[in-house]
């Protein structure tokens, strides 16, 4: 048995209550890893053109 079909068997044993979980974990892990980077860049460029003179004081 594959772990695909593995995984597949298993969800027939997960409470609907938790089906949630498993699908917001699965969406996580499949994600577009160039979306992800494209929104750490908008972060960082957020980040540097912040006119805050204190950005860089840590609490």
Not at 18 to 32: E, H, N, P, R, W
Not at 42 to 56: G, I
């Amino acid at each position: 048995m594959s772990n695909r079909e593995k995984v597949i068997a298993l969800l027939d044993s997960v409470p609907d209550y938790k089906m949630g979980y498993v699908l917001a974990y699965v969406q996580g892990i499949t994600a577009d890893e160039e979306a992800d980077d494209a929104f750490c860049e908008r972060m960082v460029e957020s980040y540097e053109n912040d006119p805050d003179p204190e950005k860089h004081h840590s609490y």
